[in-house]
């Protein structure tokens, strides 16, 4: 069964066209690949606008942007992170440590924790080393 686009005037397959319930057939009026080049032609000519909507949204929807994150990173809910750096027991901005190699989840640290690790490339020998320094030169 065949169906004509109304902005190619091309008749293409009902695969070609995106289902909408609002429609008496159920279909989108333009085909996919009409609907592809108008959305790619309406975002660059709309850039600059549509960049500070999204701006003005992700500020106004800080955990809805975290949740988002946290799904599509690592595929976990914000409820499964843990409220506390399990190094320093910090409250405060709660990150996801996890191996860059593998991408698996070691688990839950403050920003300054999963920074320090991130400084010292994630190496347990140069952590050791900077321990033994700051003994040494305790007062």
Excluded at 12 to 31: P, T, Y
Excluded at 49 to 76: C, F, H, M
Excluded at 108 to 124: E, M, Q, S
Aim: glycine share 4%; aromatic share 6%.
């Amino acid at each position: 069964m065949l169906k004509r686009c109304y902005k190619c005037g091309v008749d293409k397959s009902l695969d070609e066209f995106v289902a909408n319930r609002n429609r008496e057939d159920g279909l989108q009026a333009w085909c996919k690949e009409c609907m592809r080049l108008y959305r790619q032609k309406y975002n660059l000519e709309n850039r600059d606008e549509l960049r500070l909507n999204n701006k003005q949204w992700r500020d106004a929807n800080p955990d809805k942007v975290r949740a988002s994150n946290l799904r599509v990173k690592y595929g976990i809910k914000p409820e499964d992170v843990s409220d506390r750096c399990q190094v320093c027991s910090s409250t405060k901005k709660i990150c996801v440590d996890h191996d860059h190699i593998t991408g698996k989840i070691r688990g839950y640290l403050c920003h300054a924790c999963n920074r320090a690790l991130g400084c010292v490339k994630d190496n347990p020998d140069t952590l050791i080393e900077l321990a033994r320094y700051l003994k040494k030169h305790e007062d």
